[in-house]
């Protein structure tokens, strides 16, 4: 399939009937396509980077290879943090901004403010108290996947029942009711039900926030969801057309860690999160590896699936329409 032909595919997404479709197979392998989002979405839109707590002391950075392009964000002696462009002093410095303890940077110097379209996200999340919650844990692996596969998976909740039925799928039951809601063209709000309300949380949530996850996802590849008194946060930076890493953490509110040992929280949730990636990640290759077939077909999405849709859109806008 050419390049023209999955734009115009994409295009689809953006009308009111759009199809029921997942994107045509070529979308996760061709190169020309990925040329195009290397410009269109990774070179001007706010990438989840890391947590404040990852870049704690002046001298502490981070460096993530969009797209195979390096930046570097770094805590500066004055405490603020600094984006830097790998590729040379004579390219223009990403934007960096922090929103509630998330760091975010966005390779186009002169990006719009995130911030605004996270206004409302914000409110709601106002009882988990982001911006104190605290470094738990965190991992960095790889994944032989196209990033809109790994990205998709993460904006349904659908796949637990196939491929984590033992770990995911006991806490948010596969297929449970997703409510999608559009901020913006950065941000989708998607809240799953509980198997089960959470028991008492250390932080004051309503009856809804202890039988609710709530995820924010930021367009086009990082998300947070808070799951009462912890948030996991989880981003999937490219590198080239069908590899990516794969970065994510686990935030506690320290009301919730009193009389905690710190390392066993950190190893357990390590091992926990090991797990679930590995289900994942094993999911995503194979689909990779089907994908890659010359037999390959548009697979059917469920009406179970509204986050998908959300995500296509999000990626027609950026690759076909400005
Ligand atoms: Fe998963």
């Not at 070529?26 to 989002?37: G, H």
């Amino acid at each position: 399939m050419r390049l023209a032909e999955i734009m115009a595919e994409l295009r689809r997404y953006l009308d009111d009937d759009a199809p029921e479709l997942s994107l045509p197979p070529a979308a996760f392998t061709s190169p020309e396509l990925w040329e195009a989002e290397r410009e269109r979405v990774f070179g001007r839109s706010w990438l989840l980077a890391a947590h404040a707590d990852d870049l704690a002391g002046p001298g502490a950075s981070v460096t993530l290879a969009p797209a195979g392009r390096p930046l570097t964000v770094t805590r500066a002696e004055d405490g603020t943090l600094r984006g830097r462009s790998a590729l040379g002093p004579h390219r223009p410095a990403p934007t960096v901004e922090e929103w509630r303890g998330f760091v975010f940077v966005n390779p186009d110097a002169s990006a719009e403010p995130l911030a605004p379209h996270l206004r409302r996200i914000g409110e709601e999340l106002d009882a988990y108290r982001l911006p104190e919650m605290t470094r738990i844990a965190g991992w960095t692996e790889e994944w032989h996947c196209n990033w809109k596969i790994a990205v998709q998976n993460a904006h349904e909740n659908y796949h637990a029942m196939g491929l984590h039925p033992a770990t995911v799928a006991l806490i948010t039951p596969p297929g449970g009711a997703m409510e999608v809601r559009a901020e913006s063209r950065w941000v989708t709000r998607l809240l799953s039900p509980f198997r089960e309300p959470l028991a008492a949380t250390a932080l004051p949530l309503s009856d809804e926030q202890r039988a609710t996850m709530y995820n924010c996802a930021v367009f086009p590849c990082g998300s947070l969801a808070a799951f009462g008194d912890s948030v996991v946060w989880i981003t999937m930076i490219p590198l080239t057309v069908d590899r990516i890493e794969v970065r994510g953490g686990v935030l506690m509110h320290p009301s919730a860690l009193d009389g905690q040992d710190r390392d066993a929280l950190r190893e357990q949730n390590e091992e926990g999160a090991a797990v679930v990636n590995r289900e994942d990640r094993l999911g995503m290759e194979a689909v990779q590896r089907a994908v890659g077939s010359r037999f390959a077909e548009r697979g059917h999405l469920s009406p179970k699936e509204p986050g998908v849709v959300a995500f296509y859109r999000g990626l027609a806008r950026a690759l076909v329409t400005d």
